[in-house]
């Protein structure tokens, strides 16, 4: 795409699907289960405000207009479960939305979801279902940096704590310091990232999975020599992972409610 053929404005950021750039479909891996916020159902499909964390993460993907493809990846056994749910929450019609069983960890579940991908799509999100009330606007930004020809794309932050580098110990143990990286040069990194489909796939084929597996996909590209850009992330774009987390999504959604932000 070039940029003479490209609208001007803010159009430009988030136009529909077929505006001229190739189409962009969002991989949602939900299929961990979520043992640091204690026991229960899977994560994905834990209420926050009444309504799984699945669809609103589903919903958050559904509301860029550039979206126009949801692959839901579920928990092995929970696909017909999954299936169920998103028929009984509305999505809006511009969006189809497909569900594939996942796998034990998150780079074999996003793998799996992207290979449910039809043809004709060239860019993907890849959107943690953990993250369930990340913004729009922060969907957006990544999906207008692919469009002006980036790779690879993350929202991030700067990082509240000064971070250190340890000699790793069992859980509990005193550790010791190897370095302190300055902050300053620190990012702590979210979802959606976005990617060229391609770019993503040689990646997943290139990267074997290790005990847990890559933890981000921009870090598989990293590896491939493609230069991933930071966009500004979103403080509402945080991981649902602690019992903590529960609370202050819950408290989000309240203060969503309040003021009508959505
Ligand atoms: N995920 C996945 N498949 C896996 C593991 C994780 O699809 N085998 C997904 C999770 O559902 C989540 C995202 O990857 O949406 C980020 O992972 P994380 O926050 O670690 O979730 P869980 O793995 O479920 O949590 P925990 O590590 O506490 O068990
Ligand atoms: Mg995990």
Same mark, same amino acid.
């Given at each position: 795409m070039s940029d003479e053929t490209r609208p001007e404005g803010?159009?430009?950021?988030? &136009?529909? !699907?077929?505006? &001229?750039?190739g189409r962009t479909a969002a991989v949602i891996p939900?299929?961990?289960?979520g043992v640091r916020l204690g026991?229960?159902?899977?994560k994905a499909l834990r209420t926050l405000g009444g309504t799984p964390m699945l669809i609103h993460a589903v919903r958050a993907m559904a509301r860029?207009?550039?979206?126009?493809l949801v692959v839901v990846v579920a928990p092995s056994d929970g696909a017909a479960e999954v299936r169920n749910l998103l028929a009984e929450h509305a999505l809006p019609e511009r969006t189809d939305v497909l569900v594939v069983p996942g796998g034990e960890t998150r780079q074999e579940s996003v793998r799996l979801g992207l290979d449910a991908l039809p043809a004709g799509y060239t860019s993907v999100l890849v959107h943690d279902a953990?993250? !369930?009330?990340? !913004?729009v606007d922060t969907v957006d930004a990544v999906v207008e940096a692919l469009r002006e020809g980036a790779p690879a794309v993350v929202p991030a932050l700067p990082l509240a704590d000064t971070v250190k580098e340890v000699e790793p110990r069992p859980a509990g143990e005193p550790e010791p310091v190897v370095a302190t990286p300055e902050r300053s040069r620190l990012r702590a990194v979210q979802t959606p990232q976005g990617f060229d489909l391609d770019t993503l796939l040689r990646a997943h084929e290139k990267t074997a999975v290790n005990g847990?597996?890559?933890?981000?996909d921009a870090g598989m590209v990293e590896k491939l020599g493609v230069t991933v850009l930071l966009v500004p992330g979103h403080?509402?774009?945080?991981?649902?992972?602690? !019992?903590?987390d529960l609370v202050l999504a819950e408290a989000v959604l309240a203060r969503r409610r309040a003021t009508d932000a959505y």
């Open positions: 803010a159009a430009r950021a988030a &136009g529909a !699907p077929g505006d &001229g750039h939900a299929a961990g289960r026991p229960g159902a899977p860029s207009r550039a979206v126009s953990a993250r !369930p009330l990340v !913004p847990e597996g890559a933890t981000d403080e509402e774009a945080f991981k649902v992972t602690r !019992p903590l």
